[in-house]
């Protein structure tokens, strides 16, 4: 299925599916690729994305108050 995808949009999905299960959610959403590319800071997408004020440690919060946190084990 990902064979078709740029080496950066694979990469988007990994890191999609890491923050995913760091929040302990059973499914990737688009919030969660948000993440994942703003974990690439090379990313020319991440790029467009810090100009426009955005960045990880914030977006992450964001998700976190809107999603759910992390529940403990």
């Not at 999609?16 to 800071?41: C, K, M, N, S």
């Amino acid at each position: 299925m990902f064979e078709r995808f740029t080496e950066g949009a694979r990469r988007t999905v990994v890191l999609a599916r890491e923050e995913a299960r760091r929040l302990r959610h059973d499914f990737i959403g688009t919030e969660h690729l948000l993440l994942g590319v703003l974990g690439q800071p090379q990313d020319r997408a991440a790029a467009v994305l810090t100009a426009a004020g955005f960045d990880l440690v914030t977006a992450r919060g964001a998700v976190a108050r809107l999603l759910g946190a992390p529940h403990p084990d």
